[in-house]
């Protein structure tokens, strides 16, 4: 174990002082973040625990129909993998995710997934989630890195929006208690290190939620990207408090970039949704050729490729985008992918009769905490679920609509662990938990430089040069966090630790592997390793290299089908 170079030493606690003037309640679950991971945790758990589910942002208001409220379920466009075809199977699933995740996949955590993925959706549709029907079931479509059609939508291409307005619809049902505009300030744990509740800002005023169970869903770290798909809530705020806390985070180099971000002077961009490519559509460059050719699975092949493809060739010809050319779709577009004809048409496009401009944006995230296969982290008391946690189902680069199956998936399987290690009442901590100061001070990046430096340092093409100058950057902008900073001051606290961190890490990882790419390191090494890093009692960043096969899957107590 060595400590990480470039990654400075981080404090405890952003505002050690806060926690002292805050209202204190007690629950026996605080489930943080609301989207499908958070909300089937809640929704699987025994009604005798008393659950609170707390939102960033705001939740649904009248006549809301299901969008982006508090993440980005919401604005999921492709679908949910399941191996539901009879030419499918879970065996084919795991194939499929193993070749995308670049060897960094934890087999266990992966045959986890594909087996109850069918469970999963099966979960959905009793929560009111309506699936677009096919001949015989449900419609299937097939996105990049499968080799099946295997991959089930709602509503076209309004997927997540229908998931959330299913999972909100059932949240009402239940009477679950929702707490909105209550934000992640920092994880508080008792003298022997378990996680013992959470201090929020609710409307800017301090609480302390005292909990038997925290699970973290809050999410990735998309705004760190100038150019990205994430909505503006998702800037690592689960993630920087975990380890903050103390608790493993693994493989933060890895960030994946959607190939097909449509050119939109939008903050965040919409994407043209890999289904399309499923249904015949092409990414042409300026001239009509298209840059796949060649490419094995050409259009359809994993992510990472698609991304670092069209890159290579942006910065070959100094193109600012590239064309999706979904003429061959012809009018099923309007009603199989309205989103996307809307999106396009906001940006001056008719699809149906032209190609429309898009380019490679920040997507998602396939590090985070450190989780077992009941969704515990590396600390007592702590869970995560979710694009928050490192699962080991996604490896170095995310397979297409992995994402959503594994909120649910892992979601259920953390509500099982806690239903059986919890008590109702029983395991809630004092009222004040113990928490020193360690006279370290947060420091923050203002957000738009944040951005941009983020972006040309540590986008899909990556060099030590690049990744060096970022950290220097982020070093001489970096100030004191302010003892009155509020929401925006705390995201960008959390956003500049994660940045000095997955430029730390992709600077170190001396290879190409997924989602991480090196110009002067273009092979992928021998053997597979995944960083892992632990906040030292010094503050330092320790950082050990470990394989990612893990314990076999954890047993949960019950059975899940």
């Not at 309640?25 to 609301?34: E, N, T």
């Not at 020193?436 to 951005?451: E, H």
């Not at 899909?460 to 100030?479: Q, Y």
Request: glycine fraction near 12%.
């Amino acid at each position: 174990m060595t400590t990480l170079e470039g990654a400075g030493r981080l404090p405890r606690l952003l505002l050690p002082a806060l926690a002292a003037t805050a209202a204190r309640r007690a629950v026996d679950v605080l489930v943080v973040g609301a989207g499908i991971a958070g909300l089937t945790v809640a929704l699987s758990l025994p009604p005798a625990l008393e659950v609170e589910v707390a939102l960033k942002g705001r939740g649904p208001g009248a006549g809301w129909g299901g969008g982006a409220a508090d993440g980005s379920t919401g604005a999921a466009q492709g679908g949910i993998a399941a191996a539901l075809a009879t030419d499918d199977a879970p065996a084919l699933h795991a194939a499929d995710t193993l070749a995308a995740g670049a060897g960094l996949c934890d087999p266990a955590a992966v045959a986890l997934l594909v087996a109850e993925a069918p469970a999963a959706v099966a979960f959905l549709e009793a929560n009111g989630l309506r699936l677009d029907a096919g001949a015989v079931g449900p419609d299937l479509t097939r996105e990049g890195g499968h080799s099946r059609r295997r991959v089930v939508h709602a509503g076209g291409d309004a997927t997540g929006r229908e998931v959330m307005r299913a999972l909100w619809g059932a949240a009402r049902a239940r009477r679950l208690r929702l707490v909105e505009e209550a934000f992640l300030v920092d994880l508080l744990c008792d003298g022997e290190g378990r996680v013992r509740g959470a201090l929020l800002l609710e409307r800017g005023r301090p609480v302390v939620v005292g909990a038997g169970a925290v699970v973290l869903a809050t999410g990735g770290f998309g705004q760190l990207y100038a150019e990205t798909t994430s909505p503006a809530v998702l800037t690592g705020d689960g993630l920087a408090a975990a380890l903050r806390a103390g608790a493993e985070v693994a493989d933060l180099e890895f960030v994946q970039f959607h190939p097909t971000a449509i050119q939109l002077a939008s903050d965040p961009r919409p994407l043209a949704s890999e289904a399309l490519r499923g249904e015949g559509a092409v990414i042409r460059d300026g001239a009509g050729r298209p840059v796949m050719a060649g490419v094995p699975r050409a259009d359809l092949a994993p992510r990472d490729v698609v991304s670092r493809t069209m890159a290579l060739e942006m910065a070959r010809t100094g193109a600012a985008s590239l064309f999706l050319d979904a003429t061959a779709i012809g009018e099923q577009l309007t009603a199989r992918f309205p989103s996307f004809v809307a999106a396009s048409h906001r940006a001056g496009v008719d699809p149906r009769r032209a190609w429309v401009p898009v380019a490679p944006a920040l997507h998602y995230v396939m590090g985070g905490v450190v989780s077992d296969n009941a969704g515990r982290s590396s600390l007592p008391g702590l869970y995560a679920v979710g694009e928050v946690a490192m699962s080991g189902v996604h490896g170095a680069n995310r397979l297409a609509s992995n994402s959503l199956v594994e909120g649910v998936v892992f979601g259920r399987r953390a509500a099982a662990a806690l239903a059986d290690e919890l008590a109702p009442g029983e395991q809630r901590p004092p009222a004040d938990p113990r928490q020193d100061d360690d006279g370290l001070a947060a420091v923050r990046v203002a957000r738009p430089l944040l951005r941009r430096e983020a972006s040309r340092g540590a986008g899909v093409l990556r060099s030590a040069a690049g990744l060096t100058a970022l950290l220097e950057r982020l070093a001489e902008a970096a100030r004191p966090l302010p003892a009155t900073a509020g929401p925006a001051d705390l995201e960008e606290a959390n956003l500049t630790l994660i940045a000095q961190l997955l430029g730390a890490a992709a600077l170190r990882r001396g290879e190409s592997r997924g989602a991480h790419f090196r110009v002067e390191h273009p092979f992928t090494g021998v053997p597979a390793l995944r960083q892992v890093l632990r906040r030292q009692p010094d503050g330092a960043l320790a950082v050990l290299d470990r394989p990612p096969e893990r314990a076999p899957a954890v047993a949960v107590g019950r059975g899940l089908s």
